[in-house]
């Protein structure tokens, strides 16, 4: 920050602060990549132990552990810190970790804005759990915030707000700086159809990020001056309308669910064709496919609002729509099986989560479909078999997609392989207890239990009770994975550059561990 | 200070500056939930992020002035500045769109559903679905006011705005025909003219809350009409004192004919805010 750091620069020998510092003045992407990891892993901790009380007050009908208020601060709570605290910042550390070194830039196109992105997080971080301890307690609305309920509520609300604006700009900044990394930092002669498919997602989330994440802003700034400063966007009173918020909401929302998924497409599409020792079957209908996929998602977003009394043009309209979407998102299952067809495949833990990630995303979209018919939404909506459907691609999707990307990696990243036994422990244990806890919901919801509610009907138990127990395996079972990941830090054989036989890119021309700058000169790609 | 001196991409030393800003957000996040709840010294707390926020953006940006001084940005780490500014506008537009939207939204469809649905007319018979509006519930409690009439300030601040577009152009061939000169008039008169825009739109607000009733809480209406002309003014704010910060780098000596994409950035913003503000113009102050 001195002159004399600044200084430093011409000569070429930079300046490392040690310690603490280090990580709090970074302009390195792969510390930031490193930091943006471990954020991501403790919201999963936070967000997951919300899960399991949620689940152990489901255990049995009637209420038995807490307030119903503060079952809805857990609902609502584990909402938010997932998807803005876990997921979104664990994609986004891949980001930083792997499109410098695919495509042979020497960091981020803006290292220090990149630092700004990451130290934002644990600033909101510390707003939305931290309002637990606030008197009223944190945010009962659902993650959704919709008025007027989310107009009533007290302290934690307006934080939750800032909150939020406050995640956006760390987004709307992260993505700046991965598509103009994308877009001006390639290696000569990487044209862009030449791109790692991983790259070609994030470009196109990047760009749906900067394009809602300033209309997530507005609707939640018109939430905090309907809250506090005496305007009536959502007051029906004041000629405003409840159901305009969700308008903007879902406009941002749709796109955001792409957001969660599309990088996990791109890490999928770099494991299948390592392991099956094939190239990417239909590079470019995958491209085609992600960027359909991003155009689409901005005119479905009423799919979420079939309840509220759309008129039947929109109805069909944002019906029709959202079934169109099945066409590119087929497109790429079709895609990642036809690269494993006739491959040399072998098993090792990315490939078994990639290859459960294709069998299960697939449900939590043949789901999406029913939940798109608007005649059928109607009985469904709001009910359990919502929760399993947005479980299924979020968890077994996304979340999977973060795993099998750790463990496709981390070998590049430690210096050391993982411990494969130990991880396909962790493999097995995960899909079997996601699917206890998550597909007994598609008959809770079918026989028509509603979410969000602590008590239920004395029918719904068993089911219940058998989700519950799954979610405690699940849960538990990601200690394995912390293990295996320490495991792989402190030791372990040694990685070679090209850690797995049919991987192909540049980030596998360099050492293992990759050192701490890399591609200071640009490769040639031919 | 020649531009491609390095074909090395400039990567920046550790910076304190973004956990600086960090610790401003959430001072000025803690600060305002304070001020909007009443807690003792909210007020200085948020004072204090805020100026927090201030030390980092003169100490930030002074660093990227000086890195750009010192030639240290090649042609490649331009290219990036070019690409970050347009989609941070483009963020910009899209923060724009949610209120617009809203405006639309209540307009077009759900103010005229108020009128139209059976419940309403039970609940407030009397009350016609036009507009500008407060609503229905507004209006029976005795909610009056007066919208805001196109031809007069408004009308003034459009032709302001737009003459300003053309003096930051003129100020921008100046300076690419390294006549300073012109540089610095064309940005000084630039400046005067966001200043006196904001001085106006101050005005107006002020003959609003006074003599015409029209208040944020004057329904959807003020809510619409003071959420989108507050934003802009507030972008203006911003474009007027970038443009301030031109103006003294000009005076200083920075800036070649071919090297001064801060100016451009600027001018794009300007221009950017120029655009909302026809938009403003038409869609809020004229089809009323």
């Not at chain 1, 503060?70 to 938010?80: D, P, V, Y």
């Not at chain 1, 079939?306 to 079709?334: D, N, R, Y």
Request: glycine share 10%.
């Amino acid at each position: 920050m001195s002159d004399a750091a600044t200084d430093h620069a011409d000569h070429g020998h930079p300046v490392h602060p040690t310690g603490i510092m280090r990580w709090l003045t970074t302009t390195n992407h792969k510390d930031i990549g490193t930091m943006y990891l471990w954020f991501a892993l403790i919201m999963l901790f936070s967000a997951g132990t919300m899960a399991l009380l949620i689940r152990a007050e489901l255990f049995h009908p009637g209420l038995q552990l807490m307030r119903p208020d503060f079952f809805n601060q857990l609902t609502t709570m584990h909402g938010l810190i997932m998807i803005f605290g876990a997921i979104m910042p664990a994609f986004t550390g891949f980001a930083n970790w792997q499109i410098p070194l695919m495509l042979g830039a020497p960091d981020m196109a803006f290292p220090r804005m990149n630092n700004w992105s990451f130290w934002l997080l644990p600033v909101a971080g510390v707003m939305l759990l931290g309002s637990f301890w606030l008197p009223g307690g944190a945010v009962a609305g659902g993650w959704t915030m919709y008025p007027p309920l989310f107009i009533q509520g007290g302290v934690s609300y307006d934080l939750t707000i800032l909150a939020i604006h406050i995640m956006g700009l760390s987004s709307i900044m992260g993505s700046i700086n991965i598509i103009t990394t994308i877009l001006n930092m390639r290696a000569p002669g990487l044209t862009l159809m030449k791109m790692p498919l991983f790259c070609w997602t994030w470009l196109i989330t990047a760009y749906l990020l900067i394009a809602t994440m300033p209309v997530l802003a507005g609707a939640v700034t018109m939430l905090l001056t309907d809250r506090n400063f005496g305007t009536h966007f959502f007051n029906a009173a004041g000629g405003g309308d409840p159901v305009m918020f969700q308008h903007i909401f879902w406009f941002f929302g749709h796109p955001e669910v792409y957001i969660l998924i599309l990088p996990a497409f791109g890490i999928v599409s770099q494991i299948i064709p390592t392991f099956a020792r094939k190239p990417l079957f239909g590079y470019a209908s995958m491209v085609y496919a992600t960027a359909s996929i991003a155009i689409l998602s901005f005119i479905v977003w009423a799919h979420h609002m079939f309840a509220v009394g759309l008129p039947v043009a929109a109805q069909l309209f944002f019906m029709f729509s959202t079934m169109l979407i099945a066409v590119p998102t087929g497109v790429k299952v079709f895609n990642w099986v036809a690269t494993m067809w006739k491959g040399s495949l072998t098993f090792e833990t990315p490939m078994l989560f990639a290859i459960a990630f294709v069998c299960l995303f697939t449900i939590g979209g043949f789901s999406g479909l029913v939940l798109a018919m608007a005649p059928v939404d109607i009985q469904l909506q709001d009910t359990y078999y919502v929760v399993a459907h947005f479980h299924y691609v979020l968890v077994s999707g996304a979340l999977f997609a973060i795993f099998a990307g750790i463990y496709f990696w981390l070998p590049k990243w430690t210096g050391h392989m993982y411990n494969e036994t130990l991880g396909k422990i962790h493999f097995w244990f995960s899909v079997v207890g996601m699917n206890i806890v998550f597909f007994p919901m598609h008959f809770l919801g079918l026989a028509g239990m509603p979410r969000r509610i602590p008590d239920y009907a004395l029918q719904f138990t068993q089911f219940n009770q058998i989700a519950s127990v799954g979610a405690y395996i699940f849960g538990f079972s990601q200690l394995i994975f912390v293990a295996v990941v320490l495991k792989a830090i402190r030791g372990g054989a040694k990685a070679p550059d090209r850690v797995w036989e049919g991987a192909e890119g540049l980030e596998w021309t360099v050492p293992s561990p990759a050192p701490y700058h890399t591609f200071e000169t640009a490769p040639v790609v031919k | 200070m020649s531009l491609a001196q390095t074909d090395r991409y400039y990567l920046p030393q550790p910076s304190l500056w973004p956990i600086i800003g960090s610790v401003a957000l959430l001072t000025m996040a803690v600060g305002g939930v304070m001020t909007i709840h009443d807690v003792n010294h909210g007020g200085w707390v948020l004072l204090a992020g805020v100026a927090i926020l201030f030390f980092m953006m003169f100490g930030w940006f002074g660093e990227v002035i000086r890195d750009s001084e010192a030639g240290r940005y090649n042609k490649q780490v331009d290219s990036s500045f070019r690409w970050s500014m347009s989609w941070f506008i483009f963020s910009e537009v899209m923060f724009f769109a949610a209120f617009f939207g809203a405006l639309f939204y209540t307009r077009v469809l759900s103010v005229p559903w108020l009128g139209e649905s059976d419940t309403m007319q039970q609940l407030w018979p009397t009350f016609k679905a036009t507009w500008p509006t407060a609503g229905p519930g507004l209006t029976a409690d005795g909610m009056k006011f007066t919208p805001m009439e196109a031809w007069g300030i408004p009308a003034i601040n459009t032709l302001l705005l737009l003459s300003s577009g053309v003096t930051v152009t003129w100020a921008h061939w100046g300076l690419k025909r390294n006549n300073r000169a012109q540089l610095i008039l064309g940005l000084a008169m630039t400046v005067a003219l966001g200043a006196t825009f904001l001085g106006l739109q101050a005005f107006e607000y002020h003959h609003a809350y006074t003599k015409m009733g029209l208040t944020l809480g004057a329904g959807v209406y003020g809510a619409t009409f003071f959420m989108l002309t507050g934003f802009h003014g507030f972008h203006v704010l911003v474009g007027t004192t970038m443009l301030i910060v031109m103006l003294l780098r000009s005076i200083a000596g920075h800036f070649t004919p071919e090297h001064h994409f801060a100016f451009e950035a600027v001018s794009w913003y300007w221009h950017f805010v120029d655009v909302v503000w026809v938009l403003l113009f038409v869609l809020v102050y004229w089809l009323i």
